[in-house]
């Protein structure tokens, strides 16, 4: 079975989100019912795997208590940026972004620790995209 093009984001989506944990999150942050916490660089990393001319958007959050780092992507069409964000529900409602960057790919610069986990969280949604395409026929 093969999926169209529109079909896949929403796949995508459930992929991560089945796949997150403590593992794949930063400094393995875990908070009951907020499955995104902590896990918006390595899901912006599988994004940019899978739509290669998206960006990673590097920005700070006003979450209405403090100020928080957060990682996203963006697709660049024509003039205008196109914000994709599949871990923004880690955050309360009402937070904003209070500025941005595009983080070139060549300054990544990922720790160790990083990579792994984003192999990891890659891994675990390349097998939960198979599993569901096996599913699916």
């Known amino acids: 079975m093969h999926l169209h093009r529109q079909e896949f984001m929403p796949r995508l989506r459930e992929a991560l989100t089945a796949s997150w944990d403590k593992q794949t999150a930063y400094m393995g942050v875990e908070e ?4 995104a916490l902590g896990q918006c660089y ?15 958007f590097k920005g700070t959050v ?26 923004w529900q ?19 610069n990922d720790s160790e620790g990083t990579v792994i986990r984003c192999a990891l969280l890659l891994k675990r949604v390349e097998d939960y995209i198979k599993a569901s395409l096996s599913v699916a026929m």
């Open 62 to 87: 006003w979450t209405g208590e403090a100020l928080e780092v957060h990682f996203w992507n963006g697709l660049r069409l024509g003039d205008e940026w196109y914000h994709i964000d599949l871990t």
């Open 32 to 35: 009951i019912g907020n499955a």
């Open 42 to 56: 390595p899901t912006s990393r599988v994004v940019q795997h899978y739509y290669p001319k998206t960006e990673i």
């Open 90 to 108: 880690q955050f309360p409602v009402g937070s904003v972004v209070q500025e941005f960057v595009v983080i070139e790919r060549r300054e990544l």
